[in-house]
């Protein structure tokens, strides 16, 4: 690739060493006699950096070439695509998946995946759901036959958006900074004992909004409560910016569906509805406890897909 003035663009080129403190170069090679080194001194995590710089960035992209600003140009370009690459790296190692193989991985260890998820649904699930049914929030008969399959189905799928979106994130299909920072960290710290704790926040918070409702509670101040609590366990728990719209979508696609199976179906009935919707309806504060579920689905999802095996 040749500029107006016939020059060669430069290729920047990286080497990196298993060491703790670790000295990558950034040269060009060209035609240019102005070209030179430029030594750049990093220090990341042992045993990533030879991932994080095994593919060539070319600078620059485009435009014509100044042989006085390449020593800074190339300085900045590698430092910035070997943060990212880090970045990537780790979220990668922590989730199973990201920029290489991640179709492979996905074909490989999504039935087991699925159905784990699947399973936690339909038991732990109904297990959570049965607070709400304590104070006679919901009734009806007809649901002790849904609830299983349906339950199942909600975690087997939310919990496939959290994993495919933390791999687009690594990635770098969904840009790249401070949220790919924030992914690998929650997938690296979604082990078994975060995923419990963050269930027993669930419940709890499921049982203080049944308190709540069964002392007459007014359903706005009912939501006043359940939207600090849950953006509280969004941030303790997750703090991504995918999982934050995954919680939105899912306080507004559940309360939806639902809708939808008490109309069609008559699959349950909730006794005080505040929202009505075609003769059918529920209390607007759900919404909220959907959003509250979603940090513990995403540190199970995690989880379960970095303990799944190829099967």
């Not at 101040?221 to 919680?247: K, P, Y």
Request: a positive charge.
């Amino acid at each position: 690739m040749s500029t107006a003035a016939g020059l060669r663009l430069p290729r920047i080129m990286y080497y990196g060493y298993r060491s703790a403190a670790v000295q990558p170069q950034c040269h060009s090679a060209g035609t240019s006699p102005h070209l030179r080194k430029q030594h750049i001194t990093c220090t990341p995590d042992d045993g990533l950096v030879n991932q994080a710089w095994r593919s060539p960035y070319t600078w620059p992209p485009q435009g014509s070439y100044r042989p006085a600003r390449h020593a800074l140009g190339c300085r900045d370009a590698c430092q910035r695509h070997f943060t990212s690459r880090m970045q990537a790296v780790r979220t990668e190692q922590s989730t199973g998946i990201g920029t290489r193989k991640s179709t492979a991985a996905w074909k490989q260890k999504a039935p087991r995946f699925l159905a784990t998820m699947f399973l936690l649904g339909a038991t732990i699930g109904p297990a959570v759901d049965g607070i709400h049914g304590q104070v006679h929030l919901i009734g009806s008969l007809e649901s002790s036959v849904w609830v299983f399959g349906l339950l199942g189905s909600f975690y087997a799928v939310l919990g496939s958006l959290y994993v495919l979106s933390d791999s687009l994130i690594a990635s770098g299909a969904l840009g790249e900074g401070q949220n790919v920072a924030a992914t690998a960290k929650a997938a690296d710290r979604a082990d078994l004992p975060l995923t419990v704790l963050s269930l027993g926040i669930v419940a709890a918070l499921h049982e203080l909004s049944a308190i709540l409702y069964a002392q007459g509670t007014p359903y706005g101040q009912i939501a006043l409560v359940l939207a600090a609590c849950a953006a509280a366990n969004w941030a303790v728990f997750d703090r991504t910016t995918q999982g934050l719209l995954l919680a939105a979508l899912c306080g507004l696609a559940a309360p939806a569906s639902e809708l939808l199976l008490m109309k069609v179906f008559h699959v349950w009935h909730y006794a005080k509805p505040d929202v009505i919707v075609g003769g059918v309806g529920l209390p607007a504060w759900v919404s909220l406890c959907y959003f509250f579920y979603t940090p513990w689905l995403a540190n199970a999802a995690r989880f379960t897909w970095r303990r799944s095996k190829a099967g």
